[in-house]
């Protein structure tokens, strides 16, 4: 079993920055992917950006690329999402998920049917 505990998110104006932590409680993380989502209100839960633990390798969805960084430290068994350059439109709640079959996959997920633990989820929210 993994568990997953989020932190970081808060209230933020546009232009600025936040950190998101997702702590790993589990073994065997070498094998696993590790995604954030976000959900805003009365919308899907969408992919943000993943790691594959193992590699370091990541996938991001276009809206955040040069905004967003995911990191993963082994050592301390955290994920990490960077994000600069905030926008009105990044308010949602963030989750941290883990695919548990990242290595029989060459291509990380970026759906949420593919990652079988979540965290809590983590509010962001960007005045304008």
């Known amino acids: 079993q993994v568990q997953l505990v989020e932190s970081g998110g808060g209230l933020v104006q546009a232009g600025g920055s936040l950190r998101l932590s997702c702590i790993v409680y589990?073994?065997?993380?070498?094998?696993?992917?590790m995604g954030w989502f976000r959900q805003a209100p009365g919308k899907e839960r969408e992919f943000v950006t993943a790691?594959?633990?193992?590699?370091?390798?990541?996938e991001s969805v276009d809206s955040v690329k040069g905004r967003f960084t995911i990191s993963r430290d082994n050592a301390k068994n955290t994920v990490y999402l960077q994000m600069n350059s905030l926008e009105p439109g990044d308010t949602a709640v963030y989750y941290c998920?883990?695919?548990?079959?990242?290595?029989?996959?060459?291509?990380?997920?970026?759906?949420?049917?593919?990652?079988?633990?979540w965290g809590q989820g983590t509010q962001v929210t960007v005045s304008s």
């Open positions: 998920a883990a695919d548990p079959n990242a290595r029989f996959h060459s291509r990380l997920a970026n759906y949420t049917g593919r990652y079988y633990y």
């Open positions: 790691v594959r633990w193992s590699d370091g390798s990541t």
């Open positions: 589990g073994q065997g993380l070498s094998d696993y992917a």
